[in-house]
């Protein structure tokens, strides 16, 4: 859906559909200098990572893998503990594999880091992550994203994947909710 479909429930677009798409063609082509003559697999985390994942392996003129986990973050409401918990694992044997985490956004980095240090133990050949939003808390962690689409404002935002109560994942643009919905 358009965010016409959603009357007054955005503040602002942040991201267009079309500036999302062209910058996940620029980390495509970027992803396929750096991975040029190795294998990669991409390891999507549920669900918020759907339409990225789906718009950035197609982007990708190579054979890719995908692969798929799940996983819950302890918190209270809205803030992630970093204790988490794998609701469904990996079908696929990472033992010297060049993995690409695809991830949706990342905020606290808490959950990143713990699924990077669970991949890491796992003998993978190299593990590298691939984010299309950041916000301004993830520079001070430690997880370091290869490939970042874009840098965001502190705000909460919905669509193009990211949800508000399980709504608005199928929105194509980004944008930030309005208070009224939430309030
Ligand atoms: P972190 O552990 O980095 O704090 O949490 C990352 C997760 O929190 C994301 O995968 C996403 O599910 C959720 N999240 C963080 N910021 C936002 C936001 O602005 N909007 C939505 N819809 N989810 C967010």
Same mark, same amino acid.
Request: aromatic content about 6%.
């Given at each position: ?98 993995? +690409? ?7 606290? *980095? @808490? ?6 240090? #669970? $991949? =890491?133990?796992? !003998? ?27 840098? +965001? ?7 193009? *994947? @990211? ?6 994942? #199928? $929105? =194509?643009?980004? !944008? ?8």
């Amino acid at each position: 859906m358009e965010h016409t479909d959603v009357p007054g429930d955005l503040t602002e677009t942040l991201l267009t559909e079309q500036q999302i798409q062209g910058r996940l063609r620029e980390l495509a082509a970027q992803i396929e200098i750096d991975y040029a003559g190795r294998d990669i697999l991409l390891v999507g985390v549920l669900k918020g990572a759907v339409m990225v994942m789906a718009d950035l392996a197609r982007s990708l003129d190579r054979h890719v893998e995908m692969d798929w986990m799940a996983i819950s973050s302890y918190g209270s409401g809205t803030t992630s503990s970093g204790v988490v918990r794998i609701l469904k694992d990996l079908d696929t044997d990472l033992t010297g594999r060049h993995v +690409i985490v695809v991830e949706d956004i990342i905020d606290t *980095g @808490l959950t990143l880091s713990w699924l990077i240090s #669970n $991949l =890491r133990s796992r !003998g993978p050949a190299s593990v590298e992550i691939a984010t299309l939003l950041r916000k301004p808390d993830a520079l001070q962690m430690r997880v370091e994203p290869k490939y970042v689409g874009f840098d +965001i404002p502190d705000a909460f935002v919905v669509g193009y *994947g @990211l949800d508000f109560d399980e709504r608005y994942r #199928n $929105l =194509r643009c980004i !944008g930030t909710l309005s208070p009224h919905v939430y309030s």
